[in-house]
């Protein structure tokens, strides 16, 4: 049975091939100067493989996802800066996976102006190409399959016309496409990035800030519980979220934890607990759910070092239960002296991609992850008055952090719990901050 699909397919993959010869013939007396080849994963792989193989044109693969070991090359195979790339593909409806391998393609240095395609689907595919400077070649449209079929007696004329609606209706909306698909996060508001986000916190964290319209976690490094729950209380309808080191609170009590909930829920915000776990998995699962703390009891959110390794991640997947939870991983600090470098950095933000539904997101200082609108980039470090603190602490203002530093959540403690009114300070930071994010909302949208 298998070896009869096995023969079935090739013998289709061939009959494709002896189509697109023709195509392909054609265009490249038109354009003579094709360097390399390459299909769009996965089902124009084989089509491309013929096709190299027949015309003797060197065909270059793209990942879908990097390897974690070896070259860790989104595309493999021999090629150098400025080759002419012919992409091939099977079916195009929106044409965005042709366009995701453009865009590979167009990071090492390859030149990509047209695709070869067996079936046009006729959805808007070719002219939303066009508008992204592809020009599109195909072999067969649905129209025309339509009427073969209808012809062969295959298909009767209710069949074609109700095809033929369904392509009416279902046409590619160029303009939304656009947004959705432009993987750069500061172009989207958070109100669409609350519906790509994949990690669930994330996302409730994205609609309270578009519902609240503010982008400030709070800080809240305070040693005494009842001011803690005070600073809470009044700088509640201003913040998203209240960041805490919650070992720090000299009085800790678990009953603290109820009113702190309490406050959280009355003013809808995310209690993050910032305890940077970095340990053996082992150890981080007592750390998460034991002791007097209990993080994983109430903290919607918490830090972590990617240092060492996924079982951080594992185990907090693990602990789960049927309340989410979310995860930020430490990319880059603030502080001076910090031994972070890019490479780790790199490493931080592969770890975060195959967590995809743990993480929230990235604690860091650049904008390191333009093209994955459903993270969220939390940036410590912001003050209005100061450059840095007595120790190691470097601040930026906060309209930087967000023009320019790709910050979406600011953190800021000691800017609003050593101010002289701390709602009037909350309130001063979660405006600029505000503002900043139309503003870059704005410009990108220009
Ligand atoms: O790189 C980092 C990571 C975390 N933090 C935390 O943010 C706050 C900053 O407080 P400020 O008073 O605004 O300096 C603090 O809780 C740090 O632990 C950071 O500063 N830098």
């Not at 803690?228 to 998203?240: F, K, S, V, W």
Request: hydrophobic share 40%; net charge neutral.
């Amino acid at each position: 049975m298998l070896s009869f699909f096995l023969i079935l397919f090739i013998n289709i993959v061939y009959f494709i091939y002896q189509l697109l010869t023709d195509l392909l013939q054609k265009y490249l007396e038109k354009i003579k100067n094709v360097d390399i080849i390459c299909g769009v994963p996965y089902t124009a792989l084989p089509i491309a493989t013929v096709l190299s193989l027949k015309t003797n044109i060197p065909m270059v693969m793209r990942r879908k996802e990097a390897k974690d070991y070896g070259t860790k090359k989104m595309i493999e195979g021999v090629f150098k800066k400025g080759d002419n790339c012919l992409i091939i593909e099977d079916v195009v409806t929106s044409g965005s996976s042709i366009l995701e391998t453009v865009e590979d393609l167009t990071a090492e240095g390859i030149k990509c102006s047209d695709v070869v395609v067996f079936l046009n689907r006729e959805q808007g595919g070719a002219e939303y190409l066009k508008h992204n400077g592809v020009n599109m070649h195909s072999l067969l449209n649905l129209t025309d399959l339509m009427r073969y079929l209808k012809e062969e007696g295959c298909i009767d004329e209710k069949t074609v016309n109700k095809v033929s609606d369904y392509l009416h209706t279902t046409q590619v909306d160029h303009e939304a496409l656009s947004k959705s698909l432009s993987k750069d996060r500061l172009y989207l508001s958070f109100a669409e990035r609350a519906k790509i986000a994949k990690n669930p916190i994330a996302a409730k964290l994205f609609q309270i800030m578009a519902t609240k319209q503010t982008t400030l976690c709070l800080a809240a490094d305070l040693t005494d519980s009842t001011a803690l729950l005070n600073l809470a209380e009044q700088a509640g309808p201003h913040i998203c979220a209240l960041k805490t080191h919650i070992d720090i609170v000299d009085d800790f009590h678990p009953n603290l934890i109820k009113p702190l909930r309490e406050i959280a829920n009355r003013h809808n915000f995310i209690l993050f607990e910032d305890r940077k776990f970095c340990d053996i998995g082992k150890t981080i699962e007592l750390q998460y759910s034991k002791g007097i703390y209990k993080i994983s009891t109430w903290a919607q959110l918490v830090t972590a070092h990617a240092l060492l390794g996924k079982g951080v991640l594992e185990v907090i997947k693990k602990s789960e239960g049927l309340e989410k939870r979310g995860v930020f991983l430490l990319a880059e600090a603030s502080c001076s002296g910090t031994l972070i470098d890019a490479k780790y950095a790199k490493s931080t933000m592969k770890m975060a991609e195959e967590y995809p539904e743990l993480v929230a997101g990235i604690v860091c200082q650049s904008p390191m992850f333009l093209n994955q609108p459903g993270l969220i980039q939390l940036t410590p470090g912001v003050q209005i008055d100061n450059k840095s603190d007595d120790v190691d602490q470097q601040y930026n203002s906060p309209e930087i952090v967000v023009t320019e530093k790709g910050c979406d959540i600011a953190v800021v403690g000691r800017g609003i719990t050593k101010a002289a009114d701390a709602a009037l300070a909350a309130e001063k930071y979660r405006k600029i901050l505000w503002d900043a994010y139309l503003q870059r909302i704005k410009k990108n949208h220009k």
